[in-house]
């Protein structure tokens, strides 16, 4: 508990599980750092999948949570590929599913940052060109977390990590608009601060076929140096700065902010440790980026940004998902 709050106050993990409105597939008893929202956010996104879904689960924290066959933490049936071929495990079992007639079986990646943005990336991008059928979540705690914090191309500028220990020097890399890029049907972000959010975005990638993504940003407690009950808090505090928007795309086109943007940055980098060794310059340059981002996201999502688009504008190549 933190020293501020009262001691009949539920733990805000407590209470975030108990808005869990679904039978749970994750059990309790996993090897999760105690108090991460990686667990958390899964048992979200099972729990509105449903019991008729296969997961993937690459090298991870996730891949621990899950814990070795017959242990396994989840009660539905998981492969554990490589960590560079998770979308392409998908992609083989989606088709075998079917050969089975099993067609609504969801096959759903819970994979890493690191096993998403750099060594799983090509073969996602591959699947997402053939639009196969399985909705891809990264579980983003910008690093590489379960073997040490180390760097990821998602981790931000100037933070520290275990390999970075001077602050990174380049910027996060931009998976949301890589993969709507690809012209996918779905791509989302979503956030456990942002329960009811997460819940309808994990339904609407359900209900739509092809190449479906969501992007869950989790704050690692160990690699963040969060304190142990922060990790929900600085969820909200993301996006509540605009460092971690709430927006989907659509087929590459259509996009819909979901969130306002109401605190300073200061206020989300205060709460970590691994910004700690920042000057007021790198500060304010961080600030900068988050308000160009913004800028841009707010102009993407403008009502009139597909007015543009002239009818007589060759259709988008039609594809169906494999
Ligand atoms: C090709 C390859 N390189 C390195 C590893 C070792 N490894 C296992 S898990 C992991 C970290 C994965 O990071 P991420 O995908 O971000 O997941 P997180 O642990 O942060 O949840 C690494 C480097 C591996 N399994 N395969
Ligand atoms: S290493 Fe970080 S992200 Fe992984 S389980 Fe622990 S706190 Fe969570
Ligand atoms: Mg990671």
Same mark, same amino acid.
């Given at each position: 508990m933190?020293?501020?709050?009262p001691m009949?106050?539920m733990?805000?993990?407590a209470?975030?599980? /108990?808005?869990?409105?679904a039978?749970p !597939?994750l059990?309790?008893?996993?090897a999760?750092?105690? $108090?991460c929202?990686?667990?958390?956010?899964?048992?979200?996104v099972?729990?509105?999948? =449903?019991?008729?879904t296969?997961a993937?689960?690459p090298p991870?924290? !996730?891949?621990?949570?899950?814990?070795?066959?017959p242990y396994?933490?989840?009660?539905?049936?998981v492969?554990?590929p490589?960590?560079?071929a998770?979308?392409a495990?998908?992609?083989g079992?989606?088709?075998?599913l079917n050969?089975q007639?099993r067609?609504?079986?969801?096959?759903?990646?819970?994979?890493?940052?690191?096993g998403t943005?750099?060594i799983?990336?090509?073969?996602l991008?591959? /699947?997402?060109?053939r639009?196969e059928?399985?909705?891809?979540?990264?579980l983003d705690?910008?690093?590489?977390?379960?073997?040490g914090a180390?760097?990821?191309?998602?981790?931000?500028?100037h933070a520290?990590? =275990?390999?970075?220990?001077?602050?990174?020097?380049t910027?996060k890399?931009?998976?949301?608009e890589i !993969?709507?890029?690809?012209?996918?049907?779905?791509?989302?972000?979503?956030?456990?601060?942002?329960? /009811?959010?997460?819940r309808r975005k994990?339904?609407r990638?359900?209900e739509?076929? =092809?190449?479906?993504?969501?992007v869950?940003?989790i704050p690692?407690?160990?690699?963040?140096?969060?304190?142990d009950? !922060?990790g929900?808090?600085?969820a909200r505090?993301?996006?509540?700065? =605009?460092?971690?928007? #709430?927006?989907?795309?659509?087929? $590459?086109?259509?996009?819909t902010?979901?969130?306002?943007?109401?605190r300073?940055?200061?206020?989300y980098?205060?709460?970590?440790?691994?910004?700690?060794?920042?000057?007021?310059a790198?500060?304010?340059?961080?600030?900068?980026?988050?308000? #160009? $981002?913004?800028a841009? #996201?707010?102009r993407?999502?403008?009502?009139?940004?597909?007015?543009? #688009?002239?009818?007589t504008?060759?259709?988008p190549?039609?594809r169906?998902?494999?």
């Open positions: 933190h020293p501020t709050q009949h106050a733990h805000p993990i209470a975030a599980n /108990a808005a869990l409105d039978p !597939m059990c309790a008893g996993h999760a750092c105690p $108090g929202i990686d667990a958390l956010s899964a048992r979200h099972l729990a509105a999948l =449903g019991p008729d296969v993937v689960i991870s924290c !996730m891949a621990i949570i899950a814990g070795p066959q396994s933490s989840l009660k539905i049936p492969y554990q490589t960590l560079e998770s979308a495990a998908a992609s079992l989606r088709r075998a050969a007639g067609r609504d079986t969801q096959v759903v990646v819970l994979a890493g940052d690191g943005y750099d799983g990336l090509q073969c991008s591959s /699947a997402a060109e639009n059928d399985f909705i891809y979540v990264c705690n910008e690093g590489y977390m379960n073997t180390q760097k990821s191309s998602s981790t931000p500028q520290w990590t =275990g390999s970075t220990p001077a602050g990174k020097q910027g890399k931009n998976l949301v !993969m709507a890029a690809h012209g996918v049907p779905y791509v989302a972000t979503a956030s456990a601060g942002h329960l /009811a959010d997460l994990v339904a990638a359900r739509l076929r =092809g190449t479906r993504v969501l869950l940003l690692c407690l160990d690699g963040w140096g969060l304190a009950d !922060m929900l808090a600085a505090l993301a996006v509540e700065t =605009g460092a971690f928007p #709430l927006y989907e795309v659509e087929d $590459g086109l259509r996009y902010l979901n969130s306002q943007r109401t300073p940055l200061a206020d980098l205060a709460l970590q440790g691994r910004y700690r060794h920042l000057d007021a790198e500060r304010a340059a961080l600030q900068e980026q988050v308000n #160009l $981002g913004w841009r #996201l707010a993407r999502a403008a009502p009139d940004t597909l007015a543009d #688009l002239s009818p504008s060759p259709a190549q039609e169906t998902p494999c």
